[in-house]
T-cell receptor
Framework: EPEVTQTPSHQVTQMGQEVILRCVPI?????FYWYRQILGQKVEFLVS????????KSEIFDDQFSVERPDGSNFTLKIRSTKLEDSAMYFC????????????????FGNGTRLTVT | AQSVSQHNHHVILSEAASLELGCNYS??????LFWYVQYPGQHLQLLLK??????LVKGIKGFEAEFIKSKFSFNLRKPSVQWSDTAEYFC?????????????FGSGTRLSIRP
């Protein structure tokens, strides 16, 4: 079964540094997402992406965050200047339908990247 | 705005016990509802989903959930749990319209099964 893959599995960075989290969505999927889960808290929506542009973003997704699909397979999340509170598990997800979960197309999640900001 | 409430933060059961995890949502329009499971050290996996039709939805591994519109609930059930069901369970909701592209998760319920 095709999977969403994320690299690295664990990233440690110093406060103020830039990080790029990488994801390879399932190949025929068209809708891409980033979620994060701070330890002990709920999974929070960050951003959705379709047709090479952001479809929707949460209040968490401020100017420090950006997403990109640099080629036909990768989907990246960049944090420009990391803060301690950015430490979390970051999940990438993709869905088949261009309308995502509203069109009977569930999200498929990757294993996550654990980001630790020191 | 959509929101999801899971009232049980941690549930501890013995093997073969019956399970019911509560989930309530708030959203006035048509909703799609999901239960995801996260086994220790693994990614989120879809357990089951409700889009329309029969409000009793059957998922993988013997799980089922019932959508009760009048109660804004989508509780997860399993008649007899196994040790391998130890995991974190997340209820999630997706509404249509401008929020069609995302789903909102509840805070999760940690399920621990005693062998």
């Amino acid at each position: 079964e095709p999977e969403v893959t994320q690299t690295p599995s664990h990233q440690v960075t110093q406060m103020g540094q830039e990080v790029i989290l990488r994801c390879v969505p399932i190949s025929n999927h068209l809708y891409f997402y980033w979620y994060r889960q701070i330890l002990g808290q709920k999974v929070e929506f960050l951003v959705s992406f379709y047709n090479n542009e952001i479809s929707e973003k949460s209040e968490i997704f401020d100017d420090q965050f950006s997403v990109e699909r640099p080629d036909g397979s990768n989907f990246t999340l960049k944090i420009r200047s990391t803060k301690l509170e950015d430490s979390a598990m970051y999940f990438c997800a993709s869905s088949e339908s261009y309308r995502g979960p509203a069109n009977n197309s569930p999200l498929h999640f990757g294993n996550g990247t654990r980001l630790t900001v020191t | 705005a959509q929101s999801v409430s899971q009232h049980n933060h941690h549930v501890i059961l013995s093997e073969a016990a019956s399970l019911e995890l509560g989930c309530n949502y708030s959203y006035g329009g048509t909703v799609n509802l999901f239960w995801y499971v996260q086994y220790p050290g693994q990614h989120l996996q879809l357990l089951l989903k409700y889009f329309s039709g029969d409000p009793l939805v059957k998922g993988i591994k013997g799980f089922e959930a019932e959508f009760i519109k009048s109660k804004f609930s989508f509780n997860l059930r399993k008649p007899s749990v196994q040790w391998s069901d130890t995991a974190e369970y997340f209820c999630a909701v997706n509404g249509g319209g401008s929020s069609a592209s995302k789903i909102i998760f509840g805070s999760g319920t940690r399920l621990s099964i005693r062998p």
